[in-house]
């Protein structure tokens, strides 16, 4: 149940909403997990949008997306590390309508630690998640 934050300045991308969907769905996918509510509702990007002059590197250049995806503890292995930081950056370029940033998009994978993973108040174990995913798939919920 990934969280996806990605940091751009204001006038990157023309469809923030959608450029939000379409993360939270390639995450989603590449983690090949159910397509059940705990994880299509708990699965979200937050698209934050900076005044040019607040992002830059050594030289000045703003033209920089950072995207962050956090997970929990192992959902990624290595060829799902790959997959994602791929999808992702291409499609912040193609949000973008700029090929070039895929050369200027940074992605961090980041892990919260087991029991670190808070939802509706309550700090949930990786294997906490994975029963209450395993009792929504017996109630057949699409």
Avoid at 11 to 19: K, N, P, S, Y
Avoid at 67 to 84: F, H, P, S, W, Y
Avoid at 119 to 126: E, V, W
Wanted: glycine share 8%; charged share 15%.
């Amino acid at each position: 149940m990934p969280m996806i934050d990605v940091y751009a300045a204001t006038g990157t991308f023309a469809d923030e909403h959608q450029l939000a969907v379409d993360l939270a769905s390639a995450v989603m996918k590449v983690e090949q997990v159910p397509d059940i509510p705990l994880f299509r509702t708990n699965t979200a990007a937050f698209i934050h949008l900076l005044p040019a002059q607040c992002l830059a590197n050594v030289d000045g250049d703003s033209t920089y997306v950072r995207i962050q995806v956090l997970t929990n503890a192992g959902a990624l292995d290595r060829d799902k590390q790959l997959a994602v930081v791929a999808q992702l950056t291409a499609i912040v370029a193609e949000a973008a309508g700029d090929p070039s940033l895929t050369g200027r998009t940074w992605v961090l994978l980041t892990e919260a630690p087991d029991g670190g993973w808070g939802l509706a108040g309550h700090a949930n174990t990786n294997q906490e998640l994975v029963q209450a995913a395993r009792a929504q798939l017996a109630t057949g919920q699409p």
